[in-house]
């Protein structure tokens, strides 16, 4: 069974700091790029960060840069969002997802919110 499975999510105050896991099992996990998306209510899904299978090359929203890290460890299958800085506007459910370039593979995780308020 393929399962993404978020956590991480909540409340957290503007200017605070979060981090988010995803814990992945039932493929590959080192064969696959990870992705974070975010959807917030009435806009579209939108792609916050990027790392290739090997980690290293990183790639990241123009709204989030220079406010979040996207790490992975391999041994743990695990890829990880951190975020500081927060704001109301990155309030949104966070996605995780797996991508395998070749054969156009890719997962979901079914999201944890991340609430940015007062």
């Known amino acids: 069974q393929v399962q993404l499975v978020e956590s991480g999510g909540g409340l957290v105050q503007p200017g605070g700091s979060l981090r988010l896991s995803c814990a992945a099992s039932?493929?590959?996990?080192?064969?696959?790029?990870m992705r974070w998306y975010r959807q917030a209510p009435g806009k579209e899904r939108e792609l916050v960060a990027a790392?290739?299978?090997?980690?290293?090359?990183?790639n990241y929203a123009d709204s989030m840069k220079g406010r979040c890290t996207i790490s992975r460890d391999n041994a743990k299958n695990t890829v990880y969002l951190q975020m500081s800085s927060l704001k109301p506007e990155d309030t949104a459910v966070y996605y995780c997802?797996?991508?395998?370039?070749?054969?156009?593979?890719?997962?979901w995780g079914k999201g944890t919110l991340v609430t940015v308020s007062s």
């Open positions: 997802n797996a991508r395998l370039l070749i054969g156009d593979v890719n997962y």
């Open positions: 039932g493929f590959t996990f080192s064969s696959y790029s």
């Open positions: 790392i290739a299978s090997a980690g290293g090359s990183t």
